[in-house]
């Protein structure tokens, strides 16, 4: 297809969702007008953005500009494999959030559905732009505008203090990492053109791609990406607005956040470090490497202990961001190791896992809207059983917890073992230590993926299995048809991904070749893995499903030409009753336990014995990030005081301004004269 027209349709996608963002303010306390107009119309949009994004990565590159008045001032855009793949992501997975949200908003959300539907699809509009942009002003444009949009959909419910805390912490958050990346874009764009030539040439990622940037600063500019983009995938440790925001905003933006938002970050990352800067540096490979890791485990024993259903899923996502983070750190790795090969594997494997959680993790917070609107209950202590109230959402979840817990047969387990089959080739490195580093972090990338599979039972089992721990759930249901067709397409999505790993890998080799020159291996057909060779490791999900239903029907023929056909019913085994109260079952706090002593040293933990003289003791506790709470607490109280010495310098008088006024200028003089 013609590049140029896919960039055209691209383009017109943007200014559609632009549109109906107007559109839906003309009236904007109609519910009918948004859930039956303005977001079934965003979800047409969402999938021809992700057609032509799909088509986009089979074309060459294609390029547009559009000139700003008589300044000279260009604004430009681009779209490559690179960008067609992103686009693909953020339009299959926010048509999902959007057939959603079409039955999911509605009066009582803290603000006018049509409010809210001009935020949702001016967000959806920026982050495409980002993905988009070719220069560094429409870059930053998009994604202010981004940040903004998000922002105010946090703050949905500004009515109650947390929401207001949390949004303040997320734009303060953003605003530093947009700082960061506009000096790096600064940095780069005054290196790309010489002082004698047009400066606004050096804008253009163009310029920047074809400069010859001294060591300095391409180091630098590397430092200011790694922070602005960290910032807001939620890198470890620049990640504590996440936890706070999600679980503030309504669910479908919980969802557009966590599975979209967070992917351009890392989009940006990587069109920064390959393709602008082109790094190839074992240092940066290795901090990335360390830092994902670590995040990781530590965002993972944090879920694991969490009682909020949508804190324990920001959780996991910080979780998932830092598994991403590591995937990238390995291909830096590999890459300033000269083994293209094996980049390529640990790139392919970064790729698969960001597109997979963009489909399951979007399900699992539109399910958690979804058991918050039936059931008026965010805390896993008051949940239970809800599997024979909400059947479509419960099986639905379950095929997306069973994809985050990395299982066989779902895309989470193909992208943890492409990652873990790049982490065993690292006797290939040169050097013995590194190596063993390396082979350290295969380590620690099979305890997180316990630890992610231990959080998801959790989540899974406390709110849908067993019975109900609250009187008021017994009359849960599942929602609408819009918000069924919404987690169903999710649902098929993520299980298709893990079904027929080699055609997303055949995608992710024509996204691979531009960046690194070379391209992972692809098995045969559209099912079989084989990234290394056929004889070292090699996996077909497909084959492992008719085998299982090979078996399973083998079983119930053997049963039923045994014990014959006739059903017997029996009284349940005694120690499988559970008389008495329903809070006899294991809790949230219960599963746990374990992970909270076992990473102790990573929680902040206040407890509160009850008292045995109470007629009906309370134990409470509350866990803190202690980054947040020492470390950025810490912050916070220094730019406070600094405030206030500042405060009480500006309360001088006119008298104190005309000292101040000459202090400088003598301070002035005494530094020309030296």
Same mark, same amino acid.
């Given at each position: ?9 691209e ?14 303010? %003309? ?5 009918r ?18 057609v032509?994004?799909?088509l986009?990565?089979?074309a ?39 057939v ?7 009066d ?21 732009? %980002? ?8 870059f ?107 679980p ?11 599975? %979209? ?56 996502? /910080? ?55 039936a ?13 024979q109230?909400?059947p ?5 979840t ?74 008021g ?64 490791a ?68 206040h ?15 509350s /866990? ?14 220094? %730019? ?27 301070l002035?003089? /005494?530094?020309?004269?030296?």
């Open positions: 297809m013609n590049p140029a027209l896919l960039l055209a349709v383009l017109g996608a943007v200014v559609v969702w632009l549109l109906l963002g107007l559109a839906a303010l %003309v009236r904007p306390h109609c519910t007008c948004s859930a039956h107009g303005v977001f079934p119309a965003g979800a047409v949009v969402c999938g021809i953005v992700a032509a994004g799909l986009a990565v089979f060459p590159p294609a390029e547009a500009s559009l000139g700003l008045g008589a300044s000279g001032f260009v604004l430009r855009w681009r779209l490559d494999s690179l960008s067609g793949f992103f686009l693909l992501l953020i339009g299959a997975s926010s048509l999902g959030s959007s959603f949200a079409s039955g999911y908003f509605r009582g959300e803290g603000a006018p559905p049509g409010q809210i539907a001009c935020l949702y699809h001016v967000f959806l509009a920026a982050m495409a732009l %980002v993905v988009l942009a070719a220069d560094a002003f429409g930053l444009l998009a994604w202010e505008l981004m940040a903004v949009a998000s922002y105010l959909l946090v703050l949905t419910r500004d009515d109650m203090p947390e929401v207001r805390d949390a949004g303040f912490l997320y734009l303060l958050m953003a605003h530093l990492g947009g700082l960061c990346l506009l000096l790096m874009f600064t940095l780069l764009g005054h290196a790309a053109v010489p002082q004698s030539q047009d400066w606004l040439q050096g804008l253009s990622f163009d310029a920047m791609r074809h400069a010859a940037l001294p060591p300095w600063v391409a180091a630098a500019a590397m430092l200011l990406a790694v922070l602005g983009f960290g910032a807001k995938a939620g890198l470890v440790p620049l990640h504590a607005w996440l936890p706070e925001a999600h503030a905003a309504p669910s479908p933006v919980s969802a557009l956040m966590s599975a %979209v938002m967070l992917k351009t970050a890392m989009y940006a990352l990587l069109r920064t470090s390959l393709d602008l800067l082109h790094v190839d540096s074992m240092a940066w490979g290795l901090l990335l490497l360390a830092l994902g890791l670590a995040g990781a485990l530590g965002a993972a024993a944090h879920a694991a202990v969490q009682d909020d259903m949508k804190r324990l899923l920001a959780y996991s996502s /910080i979780e998932n961001m830092g598994l991403a983070f590591a995937a990238f750190g390995l291909t830096l790795v590999f890459r300033a190791a000269g083994l293209p090969a094996l980049a390529a594997l640990a790139l392919a494997a970064m790729l698969f896992h960001l597109l997979h959680h963009a489909m399951v993790k979007n399900l699992l917070f539109l399910a958690t809207g979804s058991v918050m609107h059931t008026s209950q965010r805390s896993l202590g008051r949940l239970g059983g809800l599997l109230r909400m479509w959402v419960g099986w639905t379950l095929a997306a917890t069973l994809a985050m817990a990395g299982l066989p047969l779902f895309g989470g387990f193909v992208a943890e073992w492409l990652l873990l089959q790049a982490f065993v080739q690292s006797p290939a490195l040169p050097q013995a230590l590194l190596g063993m580093l390396v082979a350290l972090g295969a380590a620690l990338l099979v305890l997180v993926a316990a630890l992610a599979a231990y959080v998801m039972v959790k989540f899974y089992g406390v709110i849908f299995l067993g019975r109900a721990r609250e009187p759930l017994q009359a849960a249901h599942d929602p609408g048809w819009a918000q069924r067709a919404g987690l169903l397409w999710l649902a098929v999505a993520g299980v298709a991904t893990g079904l027929f790993p080699g055609l997303v890998l055949r995608l992710i080799r024509l996204v691979e070749l531009p960046l690194l020159g070379s391209a992972v291996a692809t098995g045969p057909g559209w099912s079989r893995l084989a990234p290394i060779s056929a004889q070292r090699s996996f077909d999900p497909l084959a492992l499903v008719l085998l299982g239903l090979a078996l399973a029907a083998a079983g119930v023929l053997a049963a039923h030409s045994w014990r014959g056909a006739r059903i017997r019913r029996s009284p349940s085994w005694a120690c499988g009753e559970l008389p008495g109260s329903p809070r006899m079952q294991d809790s949230a706090e219960g599963f746990g336990q374990p992970v909270r002593r076992l990473f102790a040293p990573l929680f902040d933990l407890v509160q014995a009850p008292d045995p003289q109470q007629a009906r003791p309370v134990y409470r506790e /866990i803190a990030d202690p980054l947040r709470s020492r470390a950025y607490a810490a912050v916070a109280r220094g %730019v406070l005081g600094a405030a206030r010495l500042l405060g009480r310098v500006q309360g001088v008088g006119m008298a104190g301004y005309l000292i101040y006024t000459f202090g400088t200028l003598l002035l003089l /005494i530094v020309v004269l030296r």
